[in-house]
């Protein structure tokens, strides 16, 4: 992955102050918008399985992300809970040796009609403008057209907010069905069943806008499942098509009890009496409930990922390794002073990572962050803090395939009167403060800074560090080049250290 790359795309997060967000109760959306319908892929498949080569290896599968934001760019998914929603979805694809890896930064989108959209149509249309060929696109956003979130076939996954938390299963469940898998109550979406009626045989459903491609036309919307039997007698042709997942006709979010199970007794067409498997992904069971594929789905799903999704699966691994240990802290910590408006935090490097997510925070909690920022580097400076507070701090190594624990919590007492001085007040002049692109630096020193090692820095607004040089200035004026062209326009931090204290100046980079 280009590093460069990472960090343009993550130059849109805001640093200061994250909220929690309100973004609805998941219990009053629809489980998935993904209605009855069967993979013509997968119809094939299962009439004439295809005898594909799998070795078994990890299929490392390309995601692009998509993260809707209302037209001013508030209400964005933010790193740590897009970190924690990726994470479970491969902890849940673990049995599978199917991991999911970012191929592409993270793509931020501003549109106040797509991050809450209320029709499939409105996705679609949002999939149809922004989609990245050669990755499976998956869009988050405060609105999914009223549901945890739903798969088009031919386009991508949209996914609620509400419901990508770090113990929810929706993000599993949708792309279960973008790699073929139907629900194993298929027929019965939209439906209610009833145990005071006679169990039907067959069921007709309606799946416009979910077929394979958007181009089928009437009547093909409508097709027929037939109720699947506990004894197995019809389960290669009645409802998902799949042995191992039994009968299940319950197209609701329903609880389980302690072996995984629905409350609610059904009873096939024959009379025979059976309850629900609320341990698979596929069915609507409540996400505490929800805990495996089973070994044909798994077949199924990396046997398509094998053939006409195989443009979505990298030749070789995309990382050096999977990151799980946690970063070390290095400074400040054990609540030593450290200044409002530059403290560098720093931590060592986690075996793998290539980025970390920082946050520091006034609560134990981190519910909300006076800092937050995504760096590939192993410090980060924190700036207009509060005064005289124990603030908390943390960081969460990640790369491309995998997302490391949060480290321990470090803490500082953040002070107003320290060794960081003004260029002014320090006796310096660094200029010009509005730079152009390409225009070195001009730094006149005071004597007593002069022919010692010094660390140059500078900062952007979000803390990320994106120059460093070790040097010593022997003359009054010097010159200091910057890589200025490779930097987008806005405000930036210049912080010179040495054993005198630091430096600090303001600049801003004009546009070319
Ligand atoms: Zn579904």
């Known amino acids: 992955m280009k590093r460069a790359l990472l960090l ?222 506990v004894d ?73 990922l094998l053939t006409d999704r195989a443009h979505w699966v990298a030749p070789a691994a995309p990382v050096t390794g999977l990151v799980v240990q946690a970063a070390q802290l290095v400074a400040p910590i054990n609540s030593a002073p450290s200044p409002v408006n530059a403290t560098v935090l720093q931590w060592r490097a986690a075996p793998n990572a290539t980025h970390y997510l920082v946050q520091a925070s006034k609560v134990g909690s981190f519910g909300i962050r006076d800092f937050e920022a995504v760096v590939s580097d192993t410090f980060a400076l924190a700036q207009n803090l509060t005064p005289n507070w124990n603030y908390f701090w943390r960081v969460r190594a990640f790369n491309a395939a995998s997302v490391g624990p949060y480290s321990a919590s470090g803490r500082f007492l953040s002070t107003a009167v320290s060794a960081v001085q003004t260029a002014g007040e320090a006796g310096w002049s660094i200029y010009p403060t509005l730079l152009s692109q390409g225009t070195p630096l001009v730094v006149e020193t005071p004597e007593h800074w002069r022919g010692q090692p010094l660390t140059l820095s500078v900062f952007d607004a979000a803390g990320r560090l994106l120059f460093r040089q070790e040097r010593a200035f022997f003359s009054e004026r010097e010159w200091v080049p910057l890589p200025t062209e490779k930097w987008a326009a806005g405000a930036y931090f210049f912080l010179c250290a040495g054993s005198p204290g630091i430096v600090r100046q303001p600049l801003l980079l004009a546009k070319p």
């Not at 009645?238 to 389980?256: K, Q």
Request: net charge negative.
């Open 8 to 229: 343009l795309l993550l130059a849109g997060f805001s640093h200061a102050p994250v909220m929690a967000q309100v973004e609805g109760d998941k219990n009053a959306l629809h489980p998935c918008g993904t209605p009855a319908g069967m993979d013509p892929w997968l119809r094939k498949y299962l009439a004439t399985p295809i005898d594909v080569h799998d070795s078994n290896d990890t299929l490392w599968t390309a995601l692009q992300i998509h993260l809707l934001a209302r037209n001013d760019g508030t209400g964005r998914f933010g790193p740590d809970r897009m970190l924690d929603a990726f994470h479970r979805l491969n902890e849940d694809f673990a049995q599978t040796g199917i991991r999911f890896y970012f191929k592409h930064p993270w793509n931020l989108l501003n549109s106040s009609l797509w991050f809450e959209h209320d029709s499939v149509v409105q996705g679609r249309e949002m999939m149809f403008a922004n989609n990245v060929p050669g990755a499976l696109n998956v869009y988050f956003m405060a609105r999914a057209a009223g549901n945890c979130g739903y798969n088009l076939p031919y386009a991508g996954i949209a996914m609620a907010h509400a419901c990508s938390g770090p113990n929810d299963h929706t993000w599993a469940h949708e792309m279960g069905h973008a790699l073929a898998l139907p629900h194993p109550f298929l027929g019965w979406e939209g439906k209610q069943y009833n145990p005071d009626l006679p169990t039907p045989d067959t069921l007709l459903y309606d799946y416009t806008h979910f077929h394979a491609d958007p181009d089928t036309i009437v009547p093909a919307p409508l097709d027929t499942a037939l109720v699947e039997y």
């Open 232 to 304: 197995g007698r019809n389960c290669t042709i009645a409802a998902d098509r799949i042995c191992d997942t039994g009968p299940d006709y319950l197209s609701y979010r329903w609880p389980c009890n302690a072996q995984g199970q629905s409350n609610v007794q059904q009873r096939d067409p024959a009379g025979e009496p059976f309850f629900s498997d609320g341990t698979l992904f596929m069915s609507y069971a409540a996400d505490n409930c929800q805990r495996r594929f089973t070994p044909q789905q798994i077949q199924i799903m990396r046997t398509r």
